[in-house]
């Protein structure tokens, strides 16, 4: 069994990997490097919009390689991560300038991401964002 300062020391582990994964998948998009989210993303996504809509992995790349998404600026300051066996939950915010559908849009967005771990590492599961004001 492990002790209380090797689950501290592995949750700390998985913390910085879903950080930096967390990075990894807004910097994919600004950059229009979808084949990079694709392989982060889990592939049953379920991928919410701040207007409601929800897409599939499918369809959200679909979208973002056609331009109907064009990812202009992310920040993403991140509050906690709560990490419950091979689920991670990230709480924070998704601020972003982009172009939806020609439509240039600002983004004040707090946001639930949802990571799976398994066989192939952590994968984005699902994402929700809610928009602040």
């Known amino acids: 069994?492990?002790?209380?300062?090797?689950?501290?020391?592995?949750?700390d582990s998985a913390?910085?990997?879903?950080?930096?994964?967390e990075r990894e998948r807004y910097s994919a998009v600004v950059a229009g490097d979808f084949d990079r989210f694709a392989a982060l993303a889990h592939p049953q996504?379920?991928?919410?919009?701040s207007n409601g809509v929800t897409d599939t992995l499918e369809s959200y790349l679909d979208k973002c390689r056609n331009g109907f998404y064009v990812y202009e600026h992310v920040d993403h300051p991140i509050d906690f991560?709560?990490?419950?066996?091979?689920?991670?939950?990230?709480?924070?915010?998704?601020n972003a300038n982009l172009v939806a559908d020609g439509?240039?849009?600002v983004l004040a967005n707090?946001?639930?991401a949802v990571w799976k771990n398994g066989s192939?590492?952590?994968?984005l599961l699902a994402y929700q964002p809610?928009?602040?004001?």
């Open 110 to 112: 707090r946001a639930l």
């Open 45 to 49: 996504l379920a991928y919410t919009h």
């Open 103 to 105: 439509t240039e849009k």
């Open 1 to 11: 069994m492990a002790t209380a300062q090797e689950m501290t020391v592995t949750a």
């Open 130 to 133: 809610t928009p602040i004001s």
């Open 81 to 94: 991560i709560t990490i419950v066996d091979d689920v991670a939950l990230v709480v924070g915010e998704m």
């Open 15 to 21: 913390e910085t990997t879903i950080r930096n994964l």
């Open 120 to 123: 192939q590492g952590w994968r």
